[in-house]
Nanobody, 123 residues
């Protein structure tokens, strides 16, 4: 059973940067698709970014050019570098693993979730 733990959230001013990390334990996630989602109060969980086992990436339009997803299959970690942050990026951010290959953009395509980390961007 793989477990995920996110870290790196916090409070930042608009225009600033944060780097989120997600550590996987239990077994290697080398062949999994990894993704980041976010959920703001009163809103549905939404897709942010994903990376396949082979390194293919996909981003939501709202973060394209500002966020970068990366993974380290040796250390079993996933990162989300967030630059030029906006108040509308405020949400709880979740990392997730999908056991089937390919890019996945909906929550039900992922099998394992972390507990989330809060990101707050002040104006």
């Amino acid at each position: 059973q793989v477990q995920l733990v996110e870290s790196g959230g916090g409070l930042v001013q608009a225009g600033g940067s944060l780097r989120l990390s997600c550590a996987a334990s239990g077994r290697s996630f080398r062949l999994y698709t990894v993704g980041w989602f976010r959920q703001a109060p009163g809103k549905a969980r939404e897709f942010v970014a994903a990376m396949t086992w082979s390194g293919g990436t996909y981003y939501a339009e709202s973060v394209k050019g500002r966020f970068t997803i990366s993974r380290n299959n040796i250390q079993n970690t996933v990162a989300l570098q967030m630059n030029s942050l906006k108040p509308e990026d405020t949400a709880v951010y979740y990392c997730a693993l999908g056991e089937t290959r390919g890019i996945h953009t909906t929550p039900n395509e992922y099998d394992v979730w972390g507990q989330g980390t809060q990101v707050t961007v002040s104006s």
